[in-house]
């Protein structure tokens, strides 16, 4: 028996018995694309990573499962059931050979053969075994993917799902670092999603729609959250609210000198425009130094 007809005789419907796909608010998601692969060039990839079964319940990816054929061995898909588990940041990691059930705990290390599959709700209150009702709220709202035209990655999944358990355990300041064309716009407007359709607010009682302030440090970026943000056209229904391009320049980042400025020594060039990288070289401005000095200190 090949693995097409393990998975179609015997894992699917093991899968179907312990609710996946019948209870509400689960889903199967087959052969799910984790990576295109590493570009080699040439408009070539190397091997992508899929994943035979991926198991969602309330809109979270809580398993990965790796099937191989009837006559394999039971654990013949550990090693990648257990590399995908780590890559998509999810705690349990199933492999099968459509006899059995080897389960693997990537957040205790226990592995263990398995009598069946967990239910639905069974592996949620494993994954979180302590209640709380924004996490529940946040999860009810799935991400906005344009009726599945632009789906997310899995690190931009990480990325969401961190900064919303953050929020539903009320810790108040978050940072996200991603490098240049990894989605932050997608990742900003999921998070803004997320909260704007579960209610939440600074009074933590989901009592009104939240006013969200998204600021850029440059014109394309904000023309681009536009395009992203105007997902099922909340400005022109009145659910979201219409913004205002500001462009602000501080007199820190660049100076021009005028007669009426006082000139300690030195030569200077009246209008000359003096930037960023002219600062501390060609010319010194002592007060804006003492400015960055006692803005570090209360950061500090």
Same mark, same amino acid.
């Given at each position: 028996?090949?693995?097409?007809?393990?998975?179609?005789?015997?894992?699917?419907?093991?899968?179907?018995?312990?609710?996946?796909?019948?209870?509400?608010?689960?889903?199967?998601?087959?052969? /799910?694309? !984790?990576?295109?692969?590493?570009?080699?060039?040439?408009?070539?990839?190397?091997?992508?990573?899929?994943?035979?079964?991926? *198991?969602?319940? %309330?809109? %979270?990816?809580?398993?990965?499962?790796?099937?191989?054929?009837?006559?394999?061995?039971?654990?013949?898909?550990?090693?990648?059931?257990?590399?995908?588990?780590?890559?998509?940041?999810?705690?349990?990691?199933?492999?099968? #050979?459509? +006899?059995? !059930?080897?389960? !693997?705990?990537?957040?205790?290390?226990?592995?263990?053969?398995?009598?069946?599959?967990?239910?639905?709700?069974?592996?949620?209150?494993?994954?979180?075994?302590?209640? #709380?009702?924004?996490?529940?709220?946040?999860?009810?709202?799935?991400?906005?993917?344009?009726?599945?035209?632009?789906?997310?990655?899995?690190? +931009?999944?990480?990325?969401?799902?961190?900064?919303?358990?953050?929020?539903?355990? $009320?810790? +108040?300041?978050?940072?996200?670092?991603?490098?240049?064309?990894?989605?932050?716009? @997608?990742?900003?407007? =999921?998070?803004?999603?997320? *909260? @704007?359709?579960?209610?939440?607010? *600074?009074?933590?009682?989901?009592?009104?729609?939240?006013?969200?302030? @998204?600021?850029? $440090?440059?014109?394309?970026?904000?023309?681009?959250?536009?395009?992203? @943000?105007?997902?099922?056209?909340?400005?022109?229904?009145?659910?979201?609210?219409?913004?205002?391009?500001? =462009?602000?320049?501080?007199?820190?980042?660049?100076?021009?000198?005028?007669?009426?400025?006082?000139?300690?020594?030195?030569? !200077?060039?009246?209008?000359?425009?003096?930037?960023?990288?002219?600062?501390?070289?060609?010319?010194?401005?002592?007060?804006?130094?003492?400015?960055? /000095?006692?803005?570090?200190?209360?950061?500090?």
């Amino acid at each position: 028996m090949n693995e097409a007809e393990t998975r179609a005789e015997h894992i699917d419907p093991a899968l179907k018995a312990a609710g996946w796909g019948v209870a509400e608010g689960s889903r199967i998601l087959r052969e /799910y694309p !984790i990576t295109p692969g590493c570009i080699e060039g040439h408009g070539r990839h190397g091997k992508p990573l899929i994943a035979d079964y991926v *198991l969602v319940y %309330r809109n %979270r990816k809580l398993a990965v499962e790796e099937a191989k054929a009837w006559g394999k061995p039971l654990t013949e898909g550990v090693g990648q059931a257990k590399d995908y588990a780590a890559k998509m940041a999810v705690r349990f990691a199933y492999a099968t #050979n459509g +006899q059995g !059930i080897y389960g !693997i705990d990537m957040q205790t290390g226990k592995e263990s053969e398995l009598p069946r599959y967990p239910t639905p709700d069974e592996l949620w209150n494993l994954t979180f075994a302590e209640a #709380n009702a924004w996490r529940d709220r946040f999860a009810a709202v799935p991400f906005e993917d344009k009726g599945g035209s632009h789906p997310s990655r899995y690190y +931009q999944d990480i990325a969401v799902e961190r900064v919303m358990e953050a929020i539903a355990e $009320d810790q +108040q300041r978050i940072l996200l670092t991603l490098a240049t064309g990894t989605g932050k716009t @997608f990742i900003a407007f =999921q998070i803004a999603w997320k *909260l @704007f359709h579960s209610r939440w607010n *600074l009074s933590r009682e989901p009592s009104r729609r939240p006013r969200i302030l @998204f600021l850029t $440090d440059r014109d394309i970026l904000a023309n681009q959250a536009y395009n992203a @943000f105007s997902a099922k056209e909340g400005i022109h229904d009145g659910f979201l609210t219409p913004f205002k391009v500001k =462009q602000i320049s501080t007199t820190l980042d660049e100076y021009v000198y005028t007669p009426d400025d006082w000139l300690i020594e030195g030569e !200077i060039e009246t209008g000359k425009r003096y930037t960023e990288t002219d600062f501390n070289k060609i010319i010194e401005i002592k007060e804006r130094e003492a400015h960055l /000095y006692q803005r570090q200190e209360a950061v500090a």
